[in-house]
Antibody, heavy 124, light 108 residues
């Protein structure tokens, strides 16, 4: 059974960089689409971006200027960095495995396995 | 970006009753690439349905999805106590994938 475990600091200062890592166990990372999704308290879900095991990335245009993701298949991990954070970035951050589907114009995914979520608070 | 609007915002029902949740898209969802998730308080979302009507692994058959184009429905045929939660729809027919704001299913 695939399991995802996300980890990282729970408190980040404004203007600094949020960093989270997700460790995948119980299955291979190959052939899947690995994503980060966030949820502010009491609100809906926002997809942040995805990375393949090749290292190819695609980010939500709304966050693209501040986001980067990386993958380390030797450790079965992928990571998120979000720069120049503000209070608006306070949320529970989830890592998730995506099952990708492509149309003639784009590719996206639904998410069949999720990490437990990490609450990140942006505050001085 | 496709906007998904879920209704109602809150649905109050009793165990054993039938629940019908709606998800409407601002434009047609390509290939009916629409998923539904259940989120219990303090937990990660759990995939229930993908491609509008395909149940995910180990999901009970009281959960069913239907619809096409811009209008989709999640139906829970007979509510069990553990079904009271928040439900989200998500479209993955165009990038970026987007989520609805959720419907809270509460005990009446």
């Amino acid at each position: 059974q695939v399991q995802l475990q996300d980890s990282g600091p729970g408190l980040v200062k404004p203007s600094e960089t949020l960093s989270l890592t997700c460790t995948v166990s119980g299955g291979s990372m190959n052939s899947f689409y690995w994503s980060w999704i966030r949820q502010p308290a009491g609100r809906g879900l926002e997809w942040i971006g995805r990375i393949y095991t090749s290292g190819d990335t695609y980010y939500n245009p709304s966050l693209k200027s501040r986001v980067s993701m990386s993958v380390d298949t030797s450790k079965n991990q992928f990571s998120l960095r979000l720069r120049s954070v503000t209070a608006a970035d306070t949320a529970v951050y989830y890592c998730a495995r995506g099952r990708e589907h492509c149309t003639s114009s784009s590719c996206s995914a639904y998410f069949d396995h999720w990490g437990q979520g990490s609450l990140v608070t942006v505050s001085s | 970006e496709i906007v998904l609007t879920q209704s109602p915002g809150t649905l109050s029902l009793s165990p054993g009753e039938r629940a019908t949740l709606s998800c409407r898209a601002s434009q047609s969802v390509t290939s009916n690439y629409l998923a539904w998730y259940q989120q219990q308080r303090g937990q990660a979302p759990r995939l229930l349905i993908h491609r509008a009507s395909s149940r995910a692994t180990d999901i009970p058959d009281r959960f069913s999805g239907s619809g096409s184009g811009t209008d989709f429905t999640l139906t829970i045929s007979r509510l069990e106590p553990e079904d009271f939660a928040v439900y989200f729809c998500q479209q993955y027919g165009s990038s970026p994938g987007t989520f609805g704001q959720g419907t809270k299913l509460e005990i009446k």
